[in-house]
């Protein structure tokens, strides 16, 4: 004869295996399936990314802001000096200093 404690693991590995299958064959599974269906293509919609490829991104942009930094560093000696043979200011382009007879302004004396 079957004691409780034995029968009682059958029974509910039985009540199991019923709800399963009810579910299986009942709308409920369709509807399972279809909610599956619409989240994954909501997510695709959204244009997501796993957590891997935006580690990777970020890694990429981490190594480009250095290299960046790095570069800007690089150019700053050269920034800091004067060219000795910078252009001439743009009231001094008609010649020399004071001198207003190639300015093309025809309200200035000649």
Request: overall charge negative; aromatic content about 2%.
């Amino acid at each position: 004869m079957e004691t409780p404690e034995t029968s009682r693991p059958s029974v509910l590995a039985d009540i199991q295996q019923r709800v399963s299958e009810l579910l299986r064959s009942s709308p409920a599974a369709d509807l399972e399936r279809n909610l599956k269906a619409l989240v994954v293509q909501t997510f695709e919609r959204f244009d997501l990314v796993t957590r891997d490829e935006l580690d990777a991104h970020r890694a990429v942009i981490d190594s480009l802001e250095a290299r960046i930094a790095e570069l800007e560093r690089a150019l700053e000696p050269r920034d800091s000096v004067e060219p000795a043979d910078s252009a001439p200011e743009p009231d001094n382009l008609a010649g020399e200093p004071g001198d207003t007879a190639g300015s093309g302004d025809p309200d200035q004396p000649g």
